[in-house]
């Protein structure tokens, strides 16, 4: 039996076949006082239907009943039709990503853009040989992780875009593994080929370095020479992101509801909320009501890329949409309802489970989960993101690490870099549920403050063999009590002084939590580290403080090191012991 949310007594009765009467005796046995006009919740109509024998079963909500009417549809034949390829355009910063998209629009993107870099995302159709291809032009990386860290798979083809005289920077390495991550194919455009000092075979050679081979050299990675300047081999890497996509085989249903990712945005002032839409199957009409992850509409009216009005779209097709009641999130799927009714409905239960979501802690992969599950026989991947200080160390931590590998977990390294832990690092954490480990580098205040939000592993260490040892230990779930680390507060050195008979003091100014005299303290050049010691004295206007609280300036004299410089950030922090089953219990925190 199937019982509404809230239900009169009397009509209870009648579903039961037993007396008003008797069902209020019922009630009255449970403490329920209820008259035979009076509302009874679910739970207690479902309480009191039991004792007389029947099983209930909780109403669908309008999202179930709406979702399996989805399926029930997909289960049908449908009617498949060839789709545009869906292309992303990364690399490094400045070679050359906007301008080549701009050649290939024969429009003039980059010059609008503030200082040539891209400022938002914006999607773009460009037709080439009778077809169409769809341009996602995004600032970076980041946003193409950000959005698959909340399930939103956009992507076909990722075209890496190297300069032919830079070659492969750090950047470009991470647009690698960001793309790898996603499983997507790519393709390599390699850019500037006018200039006097582009070595293209170069290039070839450092990413080959990285495993994506060019085509010439037996390889499966198809590498496109070109000169956005010149205007010189567009039409030849357009030609490779078709036949890419043919490979592909790439098509989608037209005679479905419409759904779509949400690429943008924004709140505009004349329009209200709009958002640019990737549809991915259907057709997309105005005056369709739409459910946006929580947020409802009917489609009021469609833009094309150029700005023209369109009465529908198509699968691939970027397109603005406006009519929505609320500015949507990046990633939002985007699905069209039978009536403005069912969409409203589910927006108040998605917004319901939304903020209770929000209270309960998520569970993400750490260094003590595994720990747990490993030593249940639960096999799992292990995937770590690993940064360090130099190129050294972190060839040298990749290799023992990916070595460790077994038969019941193995260790994947999807990301290793030079440099500080980022933002960027956290996203791509995230998307693929990994481990980040820093050796000699921290994270940034904003890769910090991300961690903690998406609830990310964050662990660092200054010893090699303590950062294989942990790994070891967690594969074969044996991992001990981890040492935790609170930071405290960081400051900013503005000037140094000899002090003669002391060493030099550090002229500080306390950015962010406070400086504490019993505190450890290290000492970041570039969020390298470069000193770990004790603070031998912490002083405000000559007098010894215990603490200094942030906005403040101080002097800080550092136990056994005087060469600290101006621009140093000092990180004072505190270490606690805590278990792997109490770290299990609380859920992970984040954090270093």
């Known amino acids: 039996m199937e019982l509404p949310q809230r239900i009169v007594v009397r009509d209870l009765a009648s579903r039961l076949g037993v007396s008003a009467a008797e069902l209020i005796k019922q009630l009255m046995r449970q403490n329920v006082m209820a008259t035979i006009t009076q509302e009874i919740p679910f739970e207690v109509a479902a309480a009191v239907a039991e004792r007389f024998g029947f099983t209930v079963q909780r109403p669908k909500s309008s999202e179930e009943r709406f979702l399996e009417e989805l399926q029930q549809a997909a289960r049908q034949p449908a009617q498949l039709v060839p789709r545009p390829p869906v292309v992303t355009i990364m690399g490094h910063v400045d070679h050359g990503k906007t301008t080549l998209l701009d050649v290939i629009r024969q429009t003039r993107v980059a010059a609008q853009e503030y200082g040539g870099i891209t400022q938002h995302i914006g999607a773009y159709q460009v037709e080439t040989q009778g077809r169409l291809i769809t341009f996602l032009d995004t600032p970076g990386h ?94 030849e890497l357009l030609e490779m992101i078709l036949l890419v996509a043919d490979l592909r085989e790439l ?36 005056g369709d009501p739409v459910i946006v992850g929580a947020v409802p509409g009917r489609v009021r009216a469609l833009m094309d890329d150029k700005g023209q009005q369109r009465q529908e779209a198509g699968p691939s097709t970027p397109i603005v949409v406006l009519g929505l009641q609320d500015v949507p999130q ?69 290799q023992a690490l990916e070595q460790l590998s077994g038969d019941q977990v193995r260790v994947n390294v999807i990301h290793a870099a030079v440099g500080a832990i980022s933002e960027a690092d956290v996203n791509l954490a995230a998307s693929s549920g990994a481990v980040i480990i820093g050796f000699n580098v921290r994270p940034d205040a904003n890769a910090r403050r991300a961690a903690e939000r998406e609830q990310i592993d964050v662990r660092t260490y200054r010893i090699i063999y303590e950062v294989v040892d942990d790994v070891k230990a967690a594969m074969q779930g044996l991992l001990k009590p981890r040492i935790e680390e609170r930071v405290l507060g960081r400051a900013e050195v503005r000037r140094t002084f000899k002090v003669p008979g002391v060493g030099v003091v550090a002229g500080c100014y306390v950015v962010e939590g406070r400086a504490n005299r019993n505190a450890s303290v290290r000492v970041l050049r570039d969020n390298v580290v470069v000193h770990e010691g004790k603070i031998a004295s912490l002083k405000r206007f000559k007098e010894d403080v215990r603490e200094v609280a942030s906005g403040y300036e101080c002097g800080i004299g550092i136990d056994r090191f005087n060469d600290v410089k101006e621009g140093d950030v000092l990180e004072f922090y505190e270490l606690a012991e805590v278990s792997p089953a109490a770290q299990v219990t609380a859920g992970n925190r984040g954090g270093a």
């Not at 991550?181 to 006018?194: F, L, S």
């Not at 329009?271 to 549809?279: F, K, N, Q, S, Y």
């Not at 409203?344 to 917004?351: D, G, H, K, N, S």
């Not at 929000?358 to 003590?368: D, I, N, S």
């Open 251 to 286: 098509r989608a249903p037209v005679d479905r509801p419409a759904s779509g990712i949400v690429v943008e945005a924004q709140l505009d002032r004349g329009r209200g909320p709009v958002a640019t839409v990737l549809i991915k199957e259907g057709v997309l009409k105005v």
């Open 142 to 235: 980041e946003a193409f992780t950000a959005m698959r860290a909340r399930g939103a798979q956009v992507t076909d083809i990722a075209v890496l875009v190297v300069a032919a005289d830079d070659g492969v920077m750090p950047q470009t390495i991470e647009a690698i593994n960001h793309a790898r991550a996603a499983e997507v194919p790519i393709i390599v455009a390699i850019n500037k080929i006018d200039k006097p000092t582009a070595n293209p075979d170069r290039v070839k050679q450092q990413l080959s370095e990285h495993g994506l081979v060019p085509e010439e050299w037996g390889g499966e990675t198809v590498m496109v020479p070109v000169s956005a300047l010149r205007k010189e081999g567009i039409d």
């Open 330 to 398: 990046p990633g939002d799927l985007l699905m069209v309802t039978p009536d403005e009714e069912t969409a409203r409905r589910i927006a108040e239960e998605r917004a319901q489970r939304q903020r209770a979501e929000q209270l309960r802690p998520t569970a993400r992969m750490t260094l003590e989960s595994l720990s747990r599950m490993a030593a249940e026989g639960e096999a799992r991947d292990l995937h770590i993101v690993l940064k360090a200080d130099v190129q050294g160390s972190l060839e040298a931590l990749q």
